[in-house]
């Protein structure tokens, strides 16, 4: 099933980017405002799309080979918790990854958990454990502060609606121009924008065609 959902994303992901390019292959021909506006709709498009398909694909294990010093953009997050040196340690469920910064919320490492790209939650224990409870195949895993999997076991949904929710919401220090992969949401914000800027452009040149 994982397999057959990153094809799926990955055939979706290649059609919207092939939408942009092809935005962008016309604005070649056009001059003026018009160039200005084909250009932005393929930018808004194949930015949009990326960000939203590919933060999918992370989240179900499509790049798994990503380093540990691959920092991914997480903007604010939920249910951040602190170890007791007041290093951060941050969820990111859209992209399924955990990741740890220091004092100054300078990146230090991240990696991706096997959430099946669903919703998860952390904490920590005063022996710098990382436990983490996902929404989906309901498993526990436990992590130490480099990363590795310490351990891994399933139980039931009662027990993880029981869990209580711990940690606090931070703006992690993030670029504007990479917000968004933050979020799905500003992701089809982008994506929109440039499909809103395509409707346009074919409106106005209808009504132009037409004086």
């Known amino acids: 099933m994982k397999y057959l959902s990153t094809i799926l994303i990955g ?3 290649t059609a ?4 942009g390019l092809k935005q962008l292959r016309s604005a070649i021909k056009e001059p003026g405002w018009r160039k200005l506006i084909r250009l ?4 808004f498009i194949c930015v949009g799309a990326t960000g939203f398909f590919g933060t999918a694909l ?8 990503l380093p540990s010093s691959f920092e991914w953009p997480i903007g604010r997050a939920e249910g951040v918790v602190l170890t007791k040196d007041s290093y951060f340690i941050v969820p990111h469920t859209p992209s399924g990854r955990v990741q740890i910064y220091d004092t100054n919320w300078k990146f230090l490492r ?3 958990v ?3 790209g669903g919703t998860f939650t952390l904490h920590i224990t005063e022996t710098n454990r990382i436990h983490v409870e996902t929404a989906r195949g309901h498993t526990h895993y436990v992590f130490d502060l480099s990363g590795k999997l310490l351990s891994s076991e399933t139980y039931s949904l009662t027990a993880y609606l029981a869990l209580p929710k711990e940690g606090h919401a931070y703006s992690v220090p993030t670029p504007i121009w990479l917000w968004v992969f933050t979020s799905p949401f500003y992701s089809w914000l982008a994506a929109a924008a440039g499909l809103g ?7 106005t ?3 132009t065609d037409h004086v």
């Open 11 to 13: 055939v979706i992901l």
């Open 16 to 19: 919207w980017i092939f939408l």
């Open 40 to 43: 932005l709709a393929a930018t």
């Open 58 to 65: 992370i989240a179900i294990g499509g790049f798994k080979q």
């Open 110 to 112: 991240g990696w991706n």
């Open 114 to 116: 096997d959430a099946g």
């Open 197 to 203: 800027l395509v409707i346009l452009d074919r409106t």
């Open 205 to 207: 040149k209808q009504k």
